[in-house]
């Protein structure tokens, strides 16, 4: 009993949302034990971490990682279920997750800055949502994916989302109807994850392609993110005049200036985020 005592005041006064930051990337790591649940907290957490980072000048990419066993197992049902009792069977709370939750992914989503999932572990319902709401992830050999409602009753509607946008929609509907786990390798095969390397060395692999963008500037990383997720919601020419509207205003920045003049000069270019 005391172990137990102990243990959940260490959960108690341990953050949610850990962040470390350094050579302009930040890591974020989530820790809710013991199945890193997206509860009311862990969101908001994570949410207000990223909403501070937009402003951050000094951050170029962001990481997104667990401190604990596994990914993400989604949203805390326990919490969701301890609201069942209320006076409308629940419904004001469950609105409130899920609103925060399609916020929070859409905080992902609409980040100036790329993020990217680093995964080791299990990843399901919410916590494979935000998997695929990341723009890039890379994953642990023995790391495997799920959307899981539909075993319990509850189909992963939110979590389709994301899902539907970054895999074949048999794939998707395949995970969504079946609620069966696949493993990293078959993640990657379906375009879920970028990249599949041993346990061992994901730490690194993720900090490498991090740091591989962060070279980049920032200006240009911001127009190309935004423009890429605004111009797969148009038709083919809409989405034409939209990207070479971007590229013109790209052009004109200084940044661009700076990136053509070095590449013609031969040296490295010297970013300003203008």
């Known amino acids: ?92 709370f469950f609105e409130r997750t899920m609103l925060l939750c399609a916020s929070l992914m859409q905080a992902v989503v609409r980040h100036p800055k790329p993020v990217i999932a680093e995964v080791d572990g299990v990843a399901t319902a919410a916590g494979c949502q935000l998997v695929a709401s990341c723009d890039l992830a890379v994953a642990s050999d023995v790391s495997r994916f799920a959307t899981p409602g539909v075993n319990i009753g509850l189909f992963c509607s939110t979590p389709m989302v994301a899902l539907s946008r970054n895999v074949a929609r048999k794939h998707a509907m395949e995970m969504l109807l079946t609620g069966g786990m696949i493993d990293a390798q078959t993640a990657r095969d379906i375009g879920l994850v970028n990249r599949v390397v041993p346990r061992e060395t994901l730490t690194g692999a993720v900090r490498d392609l991090a740091q591989t963008i962060a070279s980049k500037s920032p200006l240009t990383l911001k127009i190309g993110k935004e423009a890429f997720y605004a111009q797969a919601e148009m038709g083919l020419s809409e989405a034409y005049d939209y990207t070479a509207r971007v590229m013109v205003e790209n052009m004109l920045a200084r940044d661009a200036e700076e990136g053509i003049g070095a590449f013609i000069d031969k040296r490295p270019p010297e970013w300003k985020g203008k």
């Open 1 to 92: 009993m005391m172990g137990e005592a102990v243990a959940a005041v260490e959960q108690a006064v341990r953050p949610l949302v850990s962040s470390t930051s350094a050579d302009g990337i930040l890591t974020l790591a989530l820790s809710n034990p013991p199945a890193n649940a997206l509860s009311i907290a862990l969101m908001e957490a994570l949410k207000g971490a990223l909403e501070r980072a937009r402003e951050d000048d000094g951050v170029r990419v962001i990481i997104v990682r667990s401190s604990e066993k596994l990914f993400s197992a989604g949203h805390d049902l326990k919490e969701m279920t301890a609201h069942r009792g209320d006076a409308d069977r629940g419904r004001a």
